[in-house]
């Protein structure tokens, strides 16, 4: 990749979503460039609270867990009600969730606030299925600490797991040796794992470069990586692949230890900041 004098240039971003299904994004565009991925599963339309879930693609909004009861949470499969320009309220029994999203500058931002019982832990992704090549690499802090969850396993040497753990950590890019800051070409695989302490990445595929940066205090911050390279589902595997800013350091709620999981405080709300910007090298 070749970067001229003046470096990478600015490419403002615009979104889109279906209050209606889940509040998903369905898209980010910017530069003649879809980032979001989409999916051929059909049946998102007459999906019910509770069902199974259906990767449709985009960007999913799970709460309050990804993996575990309800697969990727409570908030994908009941709709949402428009509140305002750009904004949606979910009201569940045990949290209201309110997201607003404005364009500053060409740059997506989203700001989220939860609303439930002091003490309420929960878990909440940013769960994007982005449309990359082969090529591309996903970029953090060196040594970052990265669980790798049990679909890994079978990558690793025999006893490499520890028994009866629900991850295995080790340092960004190559946590337990395995490669996961490039993001293909497609070779069978599929694994999950969450960066910690991680609230900023890169994803860069050729000329474009989108940062996905998340603010949130006094909250446990990551990113959570999935990595389908036509390994899942067994039956009719695809490629996938996502990158999803994340409260919370563990993909299911019941795996969360004490420091694993958002927890709402005495003033009964969480609010965080997700920002989407992009940039192309010349």
């Not at 997506?108 to 019982?117: F, N, P, S, T």
Request: proline share 10%; aromatic share 8%; hydrophobic share 40%.
């Amino acid at each position: 990749m070749v970067t001229g004098a003046a470096g990478p240039v600015p490419v403002p971003v615009r979104v889109a979503y279906d209050a209606a299904r889940g509040g998903r994004w369905t898209s980010l565009r910017g530069g003649g460039r879809e980032w979001l991925w989409r999916g051929s599963e059909t049946g998102r339309h007459e999906v019910r609270p509770d069902a199974a879930f259906i990767d449709a693609g985009g960007l999913e909004e799970c709460l309050p867990t990804v993996r575990g009861r309800p697969d990727h949470g409570e908030v994908w499969s009941r709709p949402w009600r428009t509140a305002g320009p750009g904004t949606v309220v979910i009201e569940r029994p045990t949290f209201t969730l309110t997201r607003r999203i404005t364009d500053r500058d060409g740059v997506v931002v989203a700001d989220y606030r939860l609303a439930a019982e002091p003490g309420h832990r929960f878990v909440w992704a940013a769960h994007a299925l982005l449309d990359l090549s082969p090529e591309a690499r996903l970029d953090a802090p060196a040594g970052t600490p990265t669980r790798l969850h049990p679909e890994a396993a079978a990558l690793l040497s025999p006893g490499t797991w520890p028994a009866g753990s629900p991850w295995l950590t080790g340092p960004w890019p190559a946590p337990a040796g395995l490669a996961l800051d490039t993001l293909g070409p497609d070779d069978g695989t599929a694994l999950g794992a969450v960066l910690l302490d991680c609230p900023r990445v890169q994803v860069t595929d050729g000329a474009d470069r989108l940062t996905l940066e998340l603010e949130c205090a006094d909250q446990p911050r990551s990113t959570a990586l999935w990595r389908n390279l036509g390994g899942w589902p067994a039956t009719t595997p695809y490629r996938s692949i996502g990158v999803e800013p994340m409260l919370g350091a563990a993909f299911d709620l019941a795996d969360a230890g004490p420091s694993d999981a958002a927890v709402v405080p005495p003033a009964g709300e969480v609010a965080w900041r997700l920002a989407l910007s992009a940039h192309r090298f010349r």
